[in-house]
């Protein structure tokens, strides 16, 4: 895989190198110190990958992620992981690095890169929103942003999500977690074979249904409604039809 690195600091860039070095198939090509000549090179050249920088003076990383109209996968590189969340709402986004970078953590974000290029090579034949999908069906966590800090979730520990004006509360095992974002906005970070909306205002992990009666599912002690619209789906997935 060929990959280019955008960091405005030369210490940085020369320890991404570094890394690359030790994974096998991954090729640096480039290396730039701003976002402005990495997007004229773009225009040239096409790359698998892409590792940048979310700070950098006068055109931010971010800035460059929204000029891309078919970014290869890019992994972000900060040291501020509050802006990180932000900048994650975007599809091409694979994963995120926070500084200073470990080899060890390095090494677990290539897998990533290589399960959502293997995935998308590999079936062609997807619809667009199934691939929208392909990098987190193969994750197994969810980062929220909760009072500026990064929480990880598991996928199999998240029973419901509900929606709450503004915020949505994620109820898992042992806690209950509110998070500003949209229930809309989570759904699309979740792995359509564990989690279904059963409602407009819950998502669900189907997996830990305990019973099923007219209008309702039992998860641990909650009852959460099922829309009517929704239950023919739920049903199918619980090959129940």
């Known amino acids: 895989m060929d990959c280019i690195i955008i960091d405005d600091e030369a210490t940085a860039r020369a320890i991404v190198a570094r ?36 700070h950098m003076p006068g055109f931010s990383g971010v800035d460059f992620v929204q000029t891309l109209k078919n970014p290869p996968k890019i992994v972000l590189i900060t040291s501020d992981t509050e802006f990180a969340i932000e900048a994650y709402e975007y599809e091409a ?73 503004d915020y949505i509360d994620v109820t898992t095992e042992n806690k209950e977690y509110r998070v500003h974002t949209t229930l809309k906005k989570i759904k699309e970070k979740l792995p359509d074979q564990i989690f279904l909306q059963i409602h407009r205002s819950y998502v669900i992990n189907i997996s830990k249904i305990i019973d099923i009666e007219d209008n309702s599912v039992l998860i641990k002690k909650m009852v959460i409604p099922i829309s009517r619209s929704n239950r023919p789906e739920l049903m199918r997935r619980l090959n129940l039809v």
Do not use: W
């Not at 480039?30 to 000549?37: G, K, L, M, S």
């Open 19 to 54: 890394h690359c070095s030790l994974v096998s198939d991954l090729n640096v090509v480039e290396e730039f110190d701003n976002a402005i000549d990495a997007i004229k090179f773009l225009n040239r050249q096409e790359v698998d990958v892409i590792f940048l920088d979310i």
């Open 93 to 165: 986004i694979v994963d995120y690095l926070v500084k200073p970078l470990t080899l060890e953590r390095f090494v677990k974000s290539m897998g990533k890169i290589k399960n959502a290029t293997r995935n998308t090579t590999d079936r062609p034949d997807q619809g667009s929103e199934e691939k929208k999908h392909t990098h987190l069906d193969k994750a197994e966590d969810l980062y929220v942003n909760i009072d500026k800090r990064l929480i990880k979730l598991h996928f199999n520990e998240i029973l419901v999500i509900r929606a709450n004006g």
